[in-house]
């Protein structure tokens, strides 16, 4: 009988842990739930890639076009918004580390970051272009064997190594300090998505010096990285960004970034559709 109740309390002791143990998985694994009981979501965003993420020189807060669309994910989920600062090298870590709920940073969808973490349909459509100096050539080809840079832990750093293996390429940590390469020589030509290289032309005080040359090096979908395994999430992400599109609201953002009244104005040619 001893022996019996043991085995008893033994079992009853392992249901209680088995329990115990699904319940702190369901928990884990439902990250919509623990946002909205911790009453704040975590976005990482650029603070040095304008116009999608950069710290204005006047509130000294971090504006763009992704951060507009990050403060309508809050607003949504019905919580506050924690901008995570980050550059393109640090997206994934910090969304896989927990320290960031949601990347909203120009991510581009790719097969191989699919396989680690989930997207959101795509809330933008760009493509990689080229900036050289005024007096460089006029086609892509003209520099398959040069000095290329590109901001690491991008697909513009690997697109150039599959489509020109023989140029060199040179990674920067954002597209500032890719664009002082290129003033200073160090390179002959930097890429970039078309609308950020637009938007750093039409700021730079030299642009003149320089071009963007109009053929496209890949055409890339940008969508909001989300966790593996967080349906919930991912669903309420892509619920709220068709919500924009059906609204007006994401054309709007669009035109605050991107515009007729911007200095680097660039025709909106995408809508955001469901997944």
Known sequence: MAKTKQTLTQLALLVGLTATGLA????QADQLADIKAKGVVKVATFDANPPFGSVDAKTHELVGYDVDFAKALAKSLGVKLELVATNPANRIPLLQSGKADLIVADITITPERAQVIDFSTPYFVTGQQFLVPASGGDKLDD?????????????????????????????YDDIPLALTALRNGNVQAITQDSTILAGLLGEAPDKAKFKILPELLSKEEIGVGVKKGEPALLKAVNDELVAL???????????VWFGPSTKAPQPRSFTIEAK
């Open 245 to 255: 599109e059906k609204s007006g609201e994401a054309a709007k953002i669009y035109d």
């Open 24 to 27: 702190t998985f369901t928990a």
């Open 143 to 171: 520099f398959s064997k040069a000095r290329i840079g590109a901001v690491k832990g991008t697909t513009g750093e690997q697109t150039l190594h599959q489509r020109f293996p023989q140029a060199r390429v040179l990674s």
